[in-house]
Nanobody
Framework: QVQLVESGGGLVQPGGSLRLSCAASGFTFSTSTMSWYRQAPGKERDLVATITRAGGRTDYADSVKGRFTISRDNAKNTVYLQLNSLKPEDTAVYYC?????????WGQGTQVTVSS
């Protein structure tokens, strides 16, 4: 079955950095577009970044452009999200996502808290 396991979240001060990882299994990772979403308390889950199967194209939400970088390692079946210049408003649970045959699959999420 499809499994997505996120890791790398934590508590960081404003201006700090984190690197999130998502280990994928149960599907052909190398041919799948992967995405990161986030959900802050009381808010909807929003798309943060997407990367195509070969990594040739990436897209970002306007709120994170220039600060976050999505990447992937198809040999390790892992997608990453580098978070730089973090702001308090980046505080959220971050989720890895893949859409397969019109079904969206989610990991359990990893908490990122930006606070001094």
């Amino acid at each position: 079955q499809v499994q997505l396991v996120e890791s790398g979240g934590g508590l960081v001060q404003p201006g700090g950095s984190l690197r999130l990882s998502c280990a994928a299994s149960g599907f052909t990772f190398s041919t799948s577009t992967m995405s990161w979403y986030r959900q802050a308390p009381g808010k909807e889950r929003d798309l943060v970044a997407t990367i195509t199967r070969a990594g040739g194209r990436t897209d970002y939400a306007d709120s994170v452009k220039g600060r976050f970088t999505i990447s992937r390692d198809n040999a390790k079946n892992t997608v990453y999200l580098q978070l730089n210049s973090l702001k308090p408003e980046d505080t959220a649970v971050y989720y890895c996502n893949v859409a397969l045959w019109s079904t969206r699959y989610w990991g359990q999420g990893t908490q990122v808290t930006v606070s001094s």
